[in-house]
């Protein structure tokens, strides 16, 4: 098929373009980029007046469940909601049943994803067997099979000792180590934010040092082994510090943020909402204070969602027996344009940045870019479309979001994947 993008605001960061300009996509490739492109036959025109057209978004940071936890979530309704978020791409954590710790499990989640053929997904394998922390999968054969990161998510690798290992040999296999940054004992049962809320609402605490520490583990094991670590979910001003600080000193270290973490604080938490409790959890205002400055001086690379999607009957259980986690995709490009894109606190170029260009130069793919002879993967986005976030509308198979009744501005239009229209809301 062939399609005629008109009139839009091309945005490329790549490549520093920020023109009114037409694409032309022929076949899974755009053809031809400019001013004034004339449509030929057989070709569908789409008028994009007053949208930003950019490289395809890209979530480094989701959970799939499948296989094993359809109930929750599965590939092709994962898949759907990154398309109508906004997303070509997306990276899914490994913390499946069974886990992706083998070529069997990676290979099954690429075939899958092909048959659905909506986004790219990139399955992470886990770093260790089970995400046990005990002995290191066969990297070189996740590898291979088609791993496009490693990650223990949701159950780091206590052992430093093992951690080090790990980095040395995803290095060999050019793979990079996505670190969930906490101190299991030093969290213990908390279920949020340690401080004056939790104690005032009579919650078990998760004190920032469990994050820290283990940001500061891993810088130090970058710093050893010469090998790239990529900071999941930081929620924390001592981490902020602790990442700029290893930026600075040179070493191989990005970091990503989520959009909970920049929209709410611990103070939502008051409520006894299941839906806001997340790990890392919702930290005080002064952390979102400090987590927006790392994204303005480039301390954080990117915006991740960190969906993670449960059962209606899981996330109505009593706070501290519900699990951790909230669903993202669909919410992630208007959070993020409403709370710092209309407040003027990031530019759309910044934020296409950190979510597109900088993802894909951490996984090592295709450079996210809009020009002749690249794969068209486009998002398209009506930065002053409103509306307000509905969960029954969602894709996603799941529904625990706190945003629900929340007026937005700022929403993907259509998306574009490999030359095919996979989500349209255009009018």
Same mark, same amino acid.
């Given at each position: ?20 300009? &037409? ?79 083998? *070529? ?24 260790? #067997? ?14 291979? *099979? ?79 082994? #010469? ?19 290893? #930026? ?52 954080? &690379? ?19 027996? *519900? ?105």
């Amino acid at each position: 098929m062939a399609l005629l993008i008109k009139e839009a605001r091309l945005i490329d960061p790549s490549r520093g373009v920020d023109a009114i300009n &037409d694409i032309l996509i022929k076949g899974e490739k755009i053809s031809e980029v400019g001013p004034d492109l004339l449509p030929a036959g057989g070709v569908d025109v789409i008028d994009c007046t007053g949208k930003i057209v950019c490289p395809g978004l890209i979530d480094m940071h989701t959970h799939l469940r499948e296989p094993g936890r359809e109930d929750k979530e599965t590939i092709a309704t994962g898949m759907m909601a990154a398309a109508a978020g906004g997303f070509t791409t997306i990276a899914c954590m490994p913390n499946t049943s069974p886990v992706n710790d083998t *070529a069997s499990v990676t290979e099954y989640i690429l075939g899958r994803a092909k048959v659905i053929d909506t986004v790219r997904v990139l399955p992470v394998g886990s770093i260790t #067997k089970g995400l046990r922390g005990e002995s290191l999968s066969e990297i070189g054969e996740l590898k291979a *099979a088609g791993a496009a990161a490693l990650s223990d998510d949701g159950m780091p690798v206590m052992n430093a000792d093992l951690m080090r290992n790990a980095l040395d040999y995803a290095g060999m296999f050019d793979l990079l180590i996505i670190s969930h940054c906490e101190d299991k004992k030093l969290a213990g049962d908390g279920v949020m934010n340690e401080g004056r809320m939790s104690t005032r609402l009579g919650l078990s605490g998760i004190p920032s040092a469990a994050e820290e520490i283990m940001v500061a583990r891993e810088i130090c094991l970058a710093r050893l082994t #010469k090998r790239s670590v990529h900071i999941a979910h930081v929620s924390t001003a001592g981490s902020v510090r602790l990442i700029r600080q290893a #930026k600075a000193e040179g070493l191989p270290v990005t970091a990503e943020v989520t959009p909970h973490h920049l929209c709410l604080t611990e103070e939502a938490v008051a409520g006894f909402d299941p839906n806001t409790k997340v790990n890392p959890p919702l930290r005080t205002k002064a952390d979102q204070e400090a987590l927006i400055e790392g994204l303005q001086d480039g301390t954080i &690379d990117v915006i991740a969602s960190d969906h993670a999607p449960h059962t209606l009957v899981e996330k109505e259980l009593e706070y501290d027996y *519900a699990p951790f986690g909230i669903i993202g995709m669909e919410t992630s490009l208007p959070l993020i344009l409403t709370r710092l894109y209309h407040k003027g606190i990031l530019n759309i170029s910044q934020i296409i940045e950190k979510m597109s260009c900088n993802p894909a130069r951490i996984l090592k793919i295709d450079p996210a870019r809009l020009a002749p002879g690249d794969v068209a993967d486009i998002t398209v986005i009506d930065p002053e479309k409103e509306k307000i976030v509905d969960v029954s509308a969602f894709r996603s198979k799941a529904r625990n979001c706190p945003f629900h009744g929340w007026p937005l501005k700022g929403y993907p239009s259509l998306t574009i994947y490999h030359g095919k229209i996979t989500f349209n809301e255009l009018k």
